[in-house]
């Protein structure tokens, strides 16, 4: 079932460690078939190092396990709640890369800074509120999921165009057109935010990129009158 859908997340989240992304276990990648209604996703705990597309779990958008012998990632709520939300989107990645992280924790936004930030997030990347007490023991991979609905939401955020978080205290979520070009998203945010961490260093007054420059940078890549790459 969903052969090529599981090479292609596979591959995803085989990406994290060949970009850096990930030590241990820490993140996970999946993929969505929105004609079938179904998702794939990294098993709980297994090392990238034994990951096969075998080991991969397909899950429906009520959560319910469809095919896979392994568990599936305990983030699989949040990566549920997000695809029934955003409904544009087909892929997410969630990963706790070192200065993406970083701005989790301290609850620190992301504004863009210049034209590499602009290529890929137009605007201000969230900080996602943390969540109460009560969320986090009645159901806390849930709550995740819908507090970073909420925040998109409230502010009027198209996921779209800005595909990726922070969620406070704990690390990013990043998603995509597809689970690779969700990994590629969380690459482009961890560079990002090292970026942003060293201008602040050298210019702590720096108030971010002009409109104009961050309008033109990210809709020729973007827009609808794209002209950035190759044509397919």
């Known amino acids: 079932m969903l052969d090529d859908l599981k090479r292609e997340v596979l591959k995803a989240n085989l990406m994290l460690e060949s970009e850096k992304l990930v030590r241990l276990t820490w993140g996970n990648v999946s993929g969505i078939d929105r004609d079938k209604g179904l ?54 990645t969630h990963t706790h890369s070192v200065y993406a992280t970083m701005f989790s924790q301290a609850g620190v936004e992301l504004p863009c800074q210049g034209t590499t930030h602009a290529d890929h997030f137009y605007g201000t990347v969230p900080v996602v509120r943390e ?12 709550n995740t999921g819908l507090a970073i609905a909420e925040c998109f939401r409230d502010r009027n955020i198209s996921p779209l165009e800005m595909p990726a978080c922070f969620q406070k205290y704990h690390a ?15 690459v482009a945010l961890e560079v990002c935010a090292k970026m942003g961490l060293g201008t602040w260093q050298l210019n702590a007054n720096q108030q971010g990129i002009p409109a104009h420059i961050l309008n033109k940078h990210y809709l020729r890549k973007h827009g609808p009158g794209a002209y950035y790459g190759q044509k397919s």
């Open 131 to 142: 969540l109460t007490a009560e969320e986090v023991a009645d159901d806390y991979e849930t």
């Open 39 to 92: 998702f794939v996703i990294k098993p709980s705990g297994v090392p990238y190092s034994a990951l096969e597309a075998g080991h991969l779990v397909v899950v429906d958008l009520e959560g319910k396990v469809v095919e896979g012998d392994l568990n599936p990632s305990s983030d699989t709520p949040t990566h549920l709640v997000l695809y029934r939300e955003f409904e544009g989107i087909g892929g997410i």
């Open 172 to 186: 990013p979520f990043t998603w995509g057109k597809n689970a690779v070009d969700s990994v590629k998203n969380s």
